[in-house]
């Protein structure tokens, strides 16, 4: 799923 990829990737430059 394309928008459970966009929101991991969020997720982990929000953590930087």
């Known amino acids: 799923n ?3 990829l966009a929101q991991e990737i969020k997720e ?3 953590t930087h």
Request: net charge neutral; charged share 0%; no cysteine.
């Open 12 to 14: 982990t430059q929000n």
């Open 2 to 4: 394309i928008s459970t």
